[in-house]
């Protein structure tokens, strides 16, 4: 393939326009041949994420002015770095690492019943597509269409509800096993990560989030404890690690933390995280 200062040939373009965008016109091709490849590659990654939310009276229309927000932008003629903004490349690249998160964080209107939430969670994609993925997860874990879709507003301390703990450790992290094969997690850790999503709600209307503070679960009904995970997997000692402390509306933050910390059973041990979401991203 060469390194970072070979240069494209048409073939090279063409496979690069497919692979980060969709598809590759002649001059398009044209503009990046006989560029090196690292040139091309930080031209193609240096963009801001644009705002845009697709919305509309149903999701029917969101996801059609979405389709449409692609091709559009897709389609149009200009290069990086001009005052038309982000160029079709970037564009290219940007919509498609959108679909690949809202594949990975899989979420559907068809329980949410929101076209709003999805719009709002659409744009969150979108902002964060190529940032810092400990800060995507964070916001995820407090977006409205995720909390209804995978049960958080049904999670609290009288019924607790694990379907987002598992998800969260099982597709949006860790994976069920590292690259070695070997178990990840157990269930007493989605029980306990469970706990730090009791209590979790927002406005139907206007889709801000808020604690329930009465609603958050401890494990029991004394004081508060500290909650630990992973005694089984992930290299922690025989200790596991901590959270809870402090107890309460931050135990979501302290969660993802501990996750990305997470060390594989490779020797010597690799970020479990890092490796699974690469190697998603590289299947896709």
Not at 204 to 225: A, I, K, Q
Request: charged letters at 25%.
């Amino acid at each position: 393939m060469g390194g970072e200062n070979s240069t494209l040939t048409a073939a090279d373009a063409r496979q690069l326009l497919r692979r980060t965008g969709f598809g590759a016109r002649p001059d398009q091709v044209a503009e990046i041949e006989n560029r090196t490849r690292g040139e091309v590659v930080d031209e193609l990654l240096d963009f801001r994420p644009t705002g845009f939310k697709p919305g509309g009276r149903n999701t029917y229309i969101a996801h059609n002015k979405w389709l449409k927000y692609i091709v559009k932008k897709v389609a149009k003629r200009g290069k990086a770095g001009t005052r038309r903004g982000l160029s079709a490349r970037q564009i290219g690249l940007q919509e498609k690492l959108v679909i690949f998160w809202h594949d990975h964080f899989a979420t559907g209107d068809d329980k949410v019943f929101h076209t709003k939430a999805m719009g709002l969670q659409n744009k969150l994609l979108r902002t964060h597509c190529k940032g810092n993925f400990r800060d995507l997860v964070k916001a995820i874990n407090r977006d409205p269409a995720m909390m209804e879709y995978l049960d958080t507003v049904r999670n609290n301390k009288y019924a607790p509800n694990e379907n987002y703990a598992r998800e969260l450790q099982e597709l949006f992290t860790l994976g069920v096993k590292d690259l070695l094969g070997n178990n990840t997690y157990s269930q007493d850790d989605i029980v306990q990560i469970a706990t730090a999503f009791t209590g979790h709600r927002y406005n139907w209307n206007n889709l801000s989030t808020y604690f329930r503070e009465d609603l958050h679960s401890e494990l029991d009904d004394g004081p508060p404890v500290t909650k630990v995970i992973y005694t089984q997997h992930g290299n922690f000692g025989p200790g596991g690690a901590s959270f809870a402390n402090p107890e309460g509306e931050t135990e979501l933050d302290q969660v993802v933390d501990i996750i990305l910390q997470h060390p594989d059973t490779d020797t010597p041990p690799r970020n479990t995280t890092a490796r699974h979401i690469t190697k998603k991203l590289f299947q896709y």
